[in-house]
């Protein structure tokens, strides 16, 4: 079990002086509903690497891993991906807990207990990522991150030395090599190698959940310590195939949680990160023109939606909407976040002349998907028309299909796309993803 006991010891804080007046933060964001398969592929794929192979560990993963969006905060990344050993959501500040926890209940991890040097101690929760990366045309790249942590600072210099590693394994590495390293040396980041007392210039005091400002300004983060935004520097040969598996666990215990915000300007990355706006819809059959609408819009921190009625919603998943009287209505969603704003919109059809939507089932078969260069197409049905979309809502192709096609994609940029299937009967939706 567990003691919290006051520690006497000389701190080194890092002072950086922010001016309130110029400076406006905000809460950290996440959202463990993304998939972390679309996630990978969403940030990295295609910038100057390809990643595939992906794969991820995780006792609980909605809880353990998810999308933030963390640029007015006191992170220091705009936006990535969070891996936990325990929920995601128990890194939202303010820091106003000493002891946040979520019970994920799942094993360790064997080879960061190697990279740690701590054969004969147990890893708990622990939450992996892995996949494959294969350089286009750089010999560097880097994984930009910022490690965080409960058990900071009551528990540095004891055995609850909860870890981030990043392995790597390839042409130039020995099997499942960390280069998750404070800078300049080969110490693995960790609690008791990152704190008030080593290694204090990577280091940045967040509180102990009591103490102000931390404990009610929501921008602070609630782990009571933070390293700052650390660069993991991955040598590769172009056109070799590395693998790479992340992982954060806790150790001796599965108490307190700690993570790894993991930015999305890593592998050549861009710091900005346009909303994927898209929305589902189903329209009721009891004759109530009454609309039920999915918003599956990722990477978004706010959403505004007007239903081509003169109402309007915020909410990211607003309730069933009853329109007046039988028609066509164009519904818009807008969604946004830090950087960028991102629009959707669809003409939904409630009434006696509405078309039912269909869920599922559709008699076209689109393949590859994903697809890079050729779409080819397969229709078992007459008189279907499709229409693609792209995550503006913007029609990007339409073609009346023919019993079998091949479509010319090369010319769309790279991301997902809506494609809308329709005939006389009946209207069907499919998501297509371009790369």
Partial sequence: MKI?????????VLAILVSATSVVRAQLFVDGSVNPNVMVEDFFNGTCVEVSNI????NDTAAQMGFFEGSASNVGLNAGILLTSGNVQNAVGPNNSGSATFFANGPGDEDINAALGTFGISTYDACVLEFDVTSLD????YFEYVFGSEEYEEFVGSGFNDAFAFFVSGPGYEPNTNIALVPGTDIPVAINNVNMIDNTGYYVNNGDGSTAPYNADS?????????TVLAAPMYVIPGQTYHVKLVVADVMDGV??????IGIESLCGGPELPPVT??????????????????DTRYATSWAWDFGDGTTSTARHPAPHTFAEAGTYTVRLSAANYCC???YTQEITVGSTAIPVQTGGAPVLLYPNPVSNTLQVKVNAPGVELQLFNANGQLVLQQTLAQSAAIDVSHLQKGLYIARLTNESNIWHQRLMVR
Avoid: K, M, R
Avoid at 4 to 12: A, C, D, I, K, T
Avoid at 219 to 227: K, N, P, R
């Fill in 256 to 261: 307190l949680d700690s993570g790894v915000f």
């Fill in 55 to 58: 794969s991820w560990i995780a």
């Fill in 138 to 141: 750089e010999d560097t790249l």
């Fill in 278 to 295: 898209e929305f589902a819809y189903f329209v009721a059959t009891d004759g109530s023109y009454t609309v039920a609408f999915e918003n």
């Fill in 219 to 227: 921008a602070y983060v609630q782990y009571d310590g933070l390293t």
């Fill in 4 to 12: 919290h006991v006051p520690l006497f010891l000389p701190v080194v």
């Fill in 341 to 343: 704003t991102s629009v």
